[in-house]
């Protein structure tokens, strides 16, 4: 499955790096964090080869929100969103917003949540990673069973910091 519908694209500062957010015409389909937007706009060609970049209103106003959530300066506001994946991932991404901020979730708990067998929190951990909304869709509020940091697209240190800011501290290492 991939997006075919054009996409628009923003920028923004955050202390976390730069965010891309995109979107069609229907909501946000991508957040990425990173630290140049060459190198980000390379990851959104990857993941969506087949969609043209369009002329339409850049997300800018979506990036600024993201942007100010990551400063802490404001909560995260609810964006149109048009995420695309099997209906598992969209399961799991779902349950992913259910986790409120200051709150995390382990992957086999996630599982539970879905009426799966804690076995499959593998599988759960796969559709965390293949998240491609940064912040909007909390995959970073995922952990494994020991409690601890495991994978994150955008990097543990991100990971970290993201829930530093919700108010999670977590032990180093």
Not at 12 to 36: F, K, Q
Not at 53 to 82: K, T
Not at 128 to 146: E, F, M, Q, S, W
């Amino acid at each position: 499955m991939t997006h075919q519908k054009p996409l628009t694209v923003a920028f923004a500062d955050s202390p976390l790096g730069r965010v891309l957010v995109a979107a069609t015409a229907t909501g946000l389909c991508a957040v990425y964090l990173g630290d140049s937007d060459p190198t980000l706009l390379a990851e959104l060609r990857a993941e969506f080869p087949a969609a043209p970049l369009g002329d339409g209103a850049p997300p800018a106003a979506a990036a600024a929100a993201i942007a100010a959530y990551l400063r802490n300066e404001a909560d995260l506001p609810p964006l149109p969103l048009d995420l695309i994946g099997t209906p598992f991932q969209q399961q799991v991404w779902k349950a992913l917003r259910a986790i409120p901020r200051g709150s995390t979730r382990t992957y086999g708990q996630l599982a539970r949540d879905l009426g799966l067998p804690v076995t499959a929190a593998r599988a759960v951990g796969r559709a965390c990673a293949t998240n491609p909304l940064a912040v909007v869709v909390p995959c970073h509020r995922a952990l494994g069973a020991d409690g601890k940091l495991h994978g994150f697209r955008w990097g543990l240190e991100r990971k970290r910091a993201l829930l530093a800011l919700e108010g999670v501290l977590l032990p180093e290492g």
